[in-house]
């Protein structure tokens, strides 16, 4: 039977490793985690665990450090987590079953958690490739990718990530974003990351001009990163009150994004808050509030889109069911509200308490 590692780098981690770590072991065979400078009791949690325990000098380059403990493995296959992610779906039997034909490499479905703006918390999903045979490595300094020759596919895995609600870490990974730029001007999976870190760090008059970049070289086909960074920069324009550009952006997109809910939902959005911003200008989008949202009920939840969780359901419902209600339908509003209640969002509840 094929042996399985779980492999982490870590530093100063005492807030999430053992939950991590108390949820993972039963996924696999040893335990191989690499520090790379802790100055709190993380590798006191890792021993609790049995862990076989390394260390690296930090050298802002996330591909090194996780190859560095890849080598420290002596299993067939690698599973790769960070100490911030929580397993709330599969087993071994999964991964055994997985790796039985040694044809693909495992991407993870990851909920990432993060707060909204208005201090909602919301979940996105994302798929990362995480389970890897003996020799693969990574290569990029951060937001590493894994180097195989091997197809991927989904994993029957699912972990709950929390990272992005603890900040923090946005002007770390901006530094080594810029120097890898810097290194590779014209590449638009980085130009693309270092705008979404200037968007998630709210910075969005920064993150404009990378954004322009990236939109201007990313490849319309074979990369899945396009079309999160053309969503992201939609909402980016937004804040920025741009709304002829983003009204640019928006119909060159009608084809190649009509198949994503959150391409319909951040339109919808655009259309709504330009119409505020300008009656008289923008009166004619008006019909395109309902169509976007009603089109995001139409596609449905596809967790492979790695959109957020509840723009294919109860946000765009909940969304219709305030369209309807500001233009006097009440009866079509609580059908909507009802619907997003029904998944438990809390706001369709508080709507429906009040009508």
């Given at each position: ?244 550009k983003g009204f640019q952006v928006i119909e060159n997109e009608k084809q190649r994004l009509d198949a994503y809910a959150d391409y319909h939902f951040a339109c919808g959005t655009f259309y709504t808050q330009a119409i505020f911003s300008d009656v008289q200008r923008y009166i004619g989008y008006l019909p395109e509030i309902e169509r976007s949202y009603r089109r995001c009920l139409e596609i449905g939840e596809i967790p492979e889109h790695e959109g957020v969780l509840g723009n294919g359901s109860f946000k765009a419902a909940y969304n219709l069911g305030v369209w309807f209600e500001v233009n006097g339908k009440t009866q079509e509003a609580l059908n909507y509200y009802r ?17």
């Open positions: 039977m094929k042996t399985i590692g779980l492999v982490m780098i870590v530093r100063n981690e005492s807030r999430s490793l053992d939950k991590c770590l108390s949820l993972a072991e039963k996924l696999v065979d040893e335990i191989y985690i690499t520090d790379t400078g802790s100055t709190d009791d993380t590798i006191e949690i890792a021993q609790k665990h049995h862990a076989h325990i390394s260390s690296f000098q930090w050298c802002n380059d996330f591909s090194a450090a996780r190859n560095y403990a890849l080598k420290q493995s002596d299993c067939d296959w690698n599973l790769i987590l960070d100490a911030d992610e929580y397993l709330i779906a599969g087993t071994k039997r999964d991964i055994l079953d997985f790796i039985e034909t040694e044809n693909h490499v495992g991407a993870i479905e990851r909920h990432d958690s993060y707060r909204e703006s208005k201090g909602e918390i919301s979940q996105s999903t994302v798929f990362t490739t995480r389970l890897v045979p003996r020799g693969a490595l990574y290569e990029g300094k951060i937001h590493e990718q894994i180097v195989s020759a091997l197809p991927i596919a989904a994993l029957p895995l699912v972990f709950e990530h929390d990272g992005y609600l603890q900040g923090g870490k946005g002007q770390r990974n901006l530094d080594i974003l810029l120097e890898e730029l810097q290194e590779r001007p014209g590449d638009s999976y980085t130009l693309y990351q270092i705008a979404r870190t200037f968007w998630i760090m709210k910075e969005f008059a920064q993150a404009d001009g990378y954004f322009e970049k990236f939109y201007q070289l990313a490849p319309v086909a074979g990369t899945g990163y396009r079309t999160s960074g053309v969503i992201s920069y939609i909402y980016n324009l937004l804040e920025l009150k741009k709304y002829e619907r997003a209640a029904d998944d438990g969002y809390q706001p369709a509840i508080e709507r429906m308490q009040k009508i």
